[in-house]
């Protein structure tokens, strides 16, 4: 297998600031700029002729910003000043959307070869440096075919779990109404009413005493909670017995909610835990509310807890504020009834997301095989793996 250095197949140009108007003419070009680069959401024109003009069949790339190093290629304008257009110095040689994907597969590698302390830029030598295999456009069609529609089936998936939580919430709005209107008319009780509620305990902090970790007991932060769903199970650091006895071990099924940085977010812990006192823990009283009913709650509370946190280094609620903080307080068998219909839409979730897992997996050794030269073509293998993945769905 040959391959090419990127920087003899292709021509890199920077884009420039454009005079952007309000009320675009016929003769107005669009502009190009990092968000268009994902979609066409927001739109932009010029009336300016004197910048950087993109075909579709050039590659672009963001070349400054938190976004660096993400591609985009198929669209038509004059591009931004954090923009670079990459055109194919022999068009008929190289595949646009092939060499897309190769960049895409580039991403990790153009960031951390990135210059800027506080704003990346791409490193035109380590990008020009790269070497792409050099097969016939044929193929390189073939292997953008497939790579984009391995694409295709990971988007539908992502968009089947977000339909799911969509679901979810309707079907709280439907039968509980807006919580924060009340307009089913429930009883308003205080949140104390609901369960108990207490902070979580961290006498030390671990980084300043490294002895508090590394041992069988989870220990779950702001950032688990912010970044897991209805039921928290993963963690990042454990606790030693030393650790143990500095803070305390709450049950399954213990209801975490953030107090500090990301204000009121929640989780169901999955498993006896840890936490610091940053995070409140509600053990909710079973012969007045149901966990989950409480959790997708503060779905709908979380934006006015965040708003009315009073900021100091950074934002914070105390618990005082959570145990007066009103809520409705539905009937327990209708929560209940909630609770049955999540667990079920919440399995169907899992497999989804195990499936995803699965079709990003793929794509990414189809990538790696793809770019190193390694796809073998001339067999169904490849295809007949993406059709069961297809019959997934």
Known sequence: MKFERLGDIITIKKGKKPLFIDTPSAESIRVLQIDDLRNDNNIKYTDEKTGVFANEDDILLAWDGANAGTIGYGKKGYIGSTIALLRKNVPENYSTVFIGKFLQSQFDYLRSKSTGATIPHIDGKSLRDLTIPKIPISDQIRIAEILSHAESLITQRKQSISFLDDLLKSTFLEMFGDPVRNEKAWEIVKLEQLGKLDRGVSKHRPRNAPELLGGNYPLIQTGDISNA???????????????????????????????????????????????????????????????IYVYFLFGFLQTILEKNAPQAAQKNINLELLRNLPVPKPDLKLQAKFAIIVEKVEALKTQYQQSLSELQNMYGALSQKAFKGELNLTTFEITNELMDAKKKQ
């Open 229 to 291: 769903g209805l039921y928290i199970s993963k963690f990042n650091n454990t606790y030693s017995e030393i650790g143990l006895k500095q803070s305390k071990l709450w049950p399954e099924g213990t209801l975490c909610i953030t107090i500090a940085a990301n204000i009121g977010k929640t989780s169901i812990l999955g498993i006896p835990a840890c936490f610091p006192d940053s995070v409140v823990g509600f053990v909710v009283n079973n012969e007045k509310a149901n966990n």
